[in-house]
């Protein structure tokens, strides 16, 4: 089983839909949770940090379940240009390194 | 924009070939890595740093060597390339925290290698 796992999709919606990507993680240790943007064929970049109170940024929305071990992330109003892989990452205090998920692909069309 | 460089962009050379991949970063980080991504797939930690003169290997096997001499310098180094090891590699690079958690990792634009 993969540490952290990723329905990869793709996701295929149109401009203006709400779309919602989990991700789940094994290791019940881990204390640093984010959501990273990745283009193809470029590098990831972060999108947001991920806090147990959950966290919004524009039309971006993170939570945490720390009780499941579960993260979401949710885009409202889609744009086409939020077409990319979303890719979940989840840090240990343990080893300070960083999981990354597969990634989720996301297509908006017009 | 985080200030992390990676050269050259992309590479193509014969098997046998020793080749350096080249990273900088000037923010100053403790922390420095060195990822391998093949298309469509995830992130795999091949070497990181935790400063100067620190080395380990990361999760997935590399027969890559890294160095760090230097806070902002981190090369990846492949001493007889073969095909296999095709791929995009990729450093980050990350501040200490001051607590327990993991920090943010900045990534540079990637090396795409071909071996022939």
Known sequence: RKEVEQDPGPFNVPEGATVAFNCTYSNSASQSFFWYRQDCRKEPKLLMSVYSSGNEDGRFTAQLNRASQYISLLIRDSKLSDSATYLCVVGSSNTGKLIFGQGTTLQVKP | ?116
């Not at chain 2, 450093?91 to 943010?104: K, L, Q, V």
């Open chain 2, 1 to 116: 924009e985080a200030d992390i460089y990676q050269t050259p962009r992309y590479l193509v050379i014969g098997t046998g070939k020793k080749i350096t991949l080249e990273c900088s970063q000037t923010m100053g980080h403790d922390k420095m890595y060195w990822y391998q991504q093949d298309p469509g797939m995830e992130l795999h930690l091949i070497h990181y740093s935790y400063g100067v003169n620190s080395t380990e290997k990361g999760d997935l096997s590399s027969e890559s060597t890294v160095s760090r001499i230097r806070t902002e310098h981190f090369p990846l180094t492949l001493e007889s390339a073969r095909p296999s090891h095709t791929s995009q590699y990729l450093c980050a690079s990350s501040h200490n925290r001051w607590d327990s958690g993991t920090d943010t990792q900045y990534f540079g634009p990637g090396t795409r290698l071909t071996v022939l």
